[in-house]
């Protein structure tokens, strides 16, 4: 693993250098704004989702250049995302990666603002990485714009979020629980998987395995979640723990129980790994991926 | 103008059955975010963004179906942005076109995330219209798309509601002023004209000349709204007088008085129709929606 550990800081670093080459050229823009957006762009996420998109499609041998706005893309709706469930008017926190949150420093207005400022600039960047782009490559890149952007929409990331909102105070059924797994991190999830195969040309059955990898290692990833909020340490997570139980929220760990729970993620992840044997020994990174994800502690 | 109103009315027709079934095949959601978005898309907003790109377009003999998504999508940035602008963390508007505004009848949390939902449902229909396009005119339609997005965020409509929070309770240079109103609303209102002329593939000196149309009435706009919000009437706009006198802020009126104002609204109007000239009777239509938007009272 310690291979793995170098490789993936190396790897975080770049994604973290074209983060910033994104906003190099934004003259005549009130600083405020790129200020707010920046700080939360750069708390320290692990920037797991443009990892999976852009090692998918290296483990295909697609083209990593083609593939990066839309990674950029993804990371960026995925820290709009975080900035508004903070928000008083949503959750309500004030510490994330350890850092205020995005309001507690900017105030609401700007919070909500640079919110939508990066969903914006996120398909301000794959608008711009289609530029010289044509023909089938073309439509390639237009449809895994339409995965990202479907993932985050109404019918998936905001659909959960909306779902898991309604869930407060209450018990759930299963159901309304795998929706809201499902769709409030799970479809990122798969959609990073998914473009990095639609960009690679990957063939059906290919594409087939490693979104199933994705919706597994997304279901993982949630679950690990509630774990962490009842066992995690406050220290390697940068947030409060018991935030679950303070919003009276049901979550995995409460429908299931913690030893169900845990053997959930084991069994996630093993069949996550199956689904990569046959893809062969490119898939090596995404295979220790899996494992990060399934064995974190933040 | 009773042949214009009649037209008019039945272009809005056409544009909201189109917005109306852009909401066709949406399973799976949960029904209040929908709901919540639906509620302030069909508030009856005068469909002025989508209304000049299609007319724009259609006077050029450009393809009004391929313009359409991009024209619904245009409408769906701009109702966001009405529904976020109105929160209490933001203006904090309790009326907006004659009802109570989102976040009254939703919730602060709901009204947050259907803005988010617009804004991610305008992407996803401009992308759905780029199917079954390719050469000349896919490379076209993406440049739309790309003139649409820059002008929403933080280089057009978002930098330019940035400027104009920051410009609350204090008196603004005439060049503040140039910004916000050339960035908050400005900006769309010239995007939706050049995507009209991009979509119908317009001559360099046809498109600079309608892009300076639509520049002029979109400054004409917004000198306007700020002389309503001072001799308008409460029945006419669905809103109350005085709100910027309120919030303390520094407008047209403010910086340059009434009388001056109303000039500059009339000189903007014939450099408006100065502009359609050369390019002839086909631009009949858009000559009075000029006429309409420099005398309106709502």
Redesign the interface.
Known sequence: MLDFESALKEKVKRINENLEAAFQQ?P???P???ES?KYSLQAGGKRLRPMLMIETCRSLDGDVAVVMPLALAIEMIHT?SLI?DD?P??DNDDLRRGKPTNHKVY????A??A???L???A??TM??G?EGL?GEM??RY?DA??TI??A????GM??G???D??SENRVISMDEMDYIHLHKTGALLEAAVDCGCIIADAEPATRGRLTTYGHHIGLAFQIVDDILDIEGNVGDLGKPIGSDEKNHKSTFVTLYGLEASKIRVTELHSEALEMLKPIGQKTKFLQELAEYICTRRN
Chains 1, 2 share one sequence.
Request: no cysteine; net charge negative; aromatic share 6%.
């Open positions: 934004t005549d823009i009130p405020v704004i790129l957006m709009y508004h928000l008017a949503m105030g609401d207005a700007i909500i603002l919110g939508d400022g969903l914006n600039y398909m301000e608008l711009q289609a044509y073309l439509i237009i714009m339409k952007m479907s985050s929409g109404i019918s905001i659909g979020q909306v779902a909102m309604q």
